[in-house]
């Protein structure tokens, strides 16, 4: 029988790789997602230790958004895998534990892109707390509402509201940035992709249908960005 080869080699079951192509593409999915949503947490915390009055949070938060920002995210990815897991086994030593620990490589992944995430969206997040004019939050409380109140109903949505173009643009730079897991040996789509063209030896084959996986995913991404923004501003556009 003869080997597959062209369009072939993407097809499903013994004979094609498209079975792995699609199940890296969804651990791509998944690590893009669940970076996502720490990535947003961290991205508050910061955004609102840099606006607190109390100087140290405001400088601890400038020094990690610099650093982050200073350094590759390739080797911020490193320093998360290898790093924690030197941290943790010393910990253990501390207490007189020898027990092995061996970082898993989804969750490391995923936190080394949330960590790059937050670093830029907290600037998203400070920017839009800044875009709120301050008068609607005077008009509430002359209203009676209470600062919590005003907080979550008139400055919150708002902030949501000028933040989603910026944080859709994160978000589609970390869905590519998912990519750098492939050097942790997490067999996200990248990775697949390369092991099936070491195995076939059909580089261009392999590379151009992970280019198209991303390019869908990448593109019903910015149609979810667009429908949300548009929510977003309902009421606005006479404006």
Same mark, same amino acid.
Request: glycine share 10%; with cysteine.
């Given at each position: 029988?003869?080997?597959?080869?062209?369009?072939?080699?993407?097809?499903?079951?013994?004979?094609?790789?498209?079975?792995?192509?699609?199940? #890296?593409?969804?651990?791509?999915?998944?690590?893009?997602?669940?970076?996502?949503?720490?990535?947003?947490?961290?991205?508050?915390?910061?955004?609102?230790?840099?606006?607190?009055?109390?100087?140290?949070?405001?400088?601890?938060?400038?020094?990690?958004?610099?650093?982050?920002?200073?350094?590759?995210?390739?080797?911020?990815?490193?320093?998360?895998?290898?790093?924690?897991? $030197?941290?943790?086994?010393?910990?253990?030593?501390?207490?007189?534990?020898?027990?092995?620990?061996?970082?898993?490589?989804?969750?490391?992944?995923?936190? #080394?892109?949330?960590?790059?995430?937050?670093?830029?969206?907290?600037?998203?997040?400070?920017? $839009?707390?800044?875009?709120?004019?301050? #008068?609607?939050?005077?008009?509430?409380?002359?209203?009676?509402?209470?600062?919590?109140?005003?907080?979550?109903?008139? *400055?919150?949505?708002?902030?949501?509201?000028?933040?989603?173009?910026?944080?859709?643009?994160?978000?589609?730079?970390?869905?590519?940035?998912?990519?750098?897991?492939?050097?942790?040996?997490?067999?996200?789509?990248?990775?697949?992709?390369?092991?099936?063209?070491?195995?076939?030896?059909?580089?261009?084959?392999?590379?151009?249908?992970?280019?198209?996986?991303?390019?869908?995913?990448?593109?019903?991404?910015?149609?979810?960005?667009?429908?949300?923004?548009?929510?977003?501003? *309902? #009421?606005?556009?006479?404006?």
């Amino acid at each position: 029988m003869e080997d597959p080869s062209g369009l072939a080699l993407l097809g499903f079951g013994p004979e094609g790789w498209g079975d792995e192509l699609l199940r #890296g593409a969804w651990v791509t999915l998944q690590l893009a997602l669940c970076a996502l949503g720490v990535g947003l947490a961290l991205g508050l915390l910061l955004a609102g230790a840099k606006l607190q009055r109390f100087p140290p949070l405001a400088w601890l938060a400038e020094g990690y958004t610099g650093f982050i920002r200073g350094t590759p995210e390739f080797l911020v990815l490193l320093l998360v895998y290898f790093g924690s897991e $030197a941290a943790l086994q010393s910990g253990f030593a501390m207490f007189g534990l020898a027990a092995p620990f061996e970082m898993p490589k989804f969750l490391a992944a995923v936190l #080394g892109l949330a960590l790059i995430f937050a670093a830029y969206a907290c600037e998203v997040f400070r920017g $839009a707390y800044l875009a709120v004019p301050s #008068g609607q939050m005077e008009a509430a409380t002359a209203c009676g509402m209470s600062g919590r109140q005003a907080f979550s109903r008139i *400055r919150m949505p708002q902030i949501w509201r000028f933040a989603i173009p910026g944080l859709g643009n994160l978000w589609m730079v970390m869905l590519k940035d998912t990519s750098l897991a492939a050097v942790i040996a997490l067999d996200e789509l990248l990775r697949m992709a390369k092991i099936g063209s070491e195995t076939t030896r059909e580089p261009l084959v392999f590379f151009l249908a992970a280019g198209a996986l991303y390019l869908m995913m990448t593109a019903i991404s910015d149609i979810a960005r667009d429908r949300l923004e548009r929510r977003a501003r *309902r #009421g606005m556009e006479s404006a």
